[in-house]
């Protein structure tokens, strides 16, 4: 089975740093482009930022020069480097891992992950 766990929020104060990561697991051969994305309190879920399996990469604007994203092809893991924080980026992040191709006995598949979910607050 297919599972993605995000590790590394918390609580931080304005102006702070916090890293993020996701490690996907279970038998993959490949993932097309993986992907954060947040969802704060009483608002829809955003993408905060994606990167390709060619390293190509893009984000919203409210995180442009602050977050940095980045993956570890051979480990199936995508980071965040979150600097600068600011109370607005409170949220839970979502790590997404869109094309990933894994193998079961019954040959290869591709879907679409979610992970569960880290809890980054930001205070003032």
């Known amino acids: 089975q297919v599972q993605l766990v995000e590790s590394g929020g918390g609580l931080v104060q304005a102006g702070g740093s916090l890293r993020l990561s996701c490690a996907a697991s279970g038998n993959i051969d490949s993932i097309n482009r993986m992907a954060w994305y947040r969802q704060a309190p009483g608002k829809q879920r955003e993408l905060v930022g994606s990167?390709?399996?060619?390293?190509?990469?893009k984000y919203t604007d409210s995180v442009k020069g602050r977050f940095t994203i980045s993956r570890d092809n051979a480990k199936n893991t995508l980071y965040l480097q979150m600097n600068s924080l600011k109370p607005e980026d409170t949220a839970v992040y979502y790590c997404?891992?869109?094309?990933?191709?894994?193998?079961?006995?019954?040959?290869?598949?591709?879907?679409?992950?979610w992970g569960q979910g880290t809890q980054v607050t930001v205070s003032s």
């Open positions: 990167i390709t399996n060619g390293g190509s990469t």
């Open positions: 997404n891992a869109e094309g990933l191709v894994h193998y079961s006995i019954t040959g290869p598949y591709t879907n679409d992950y």
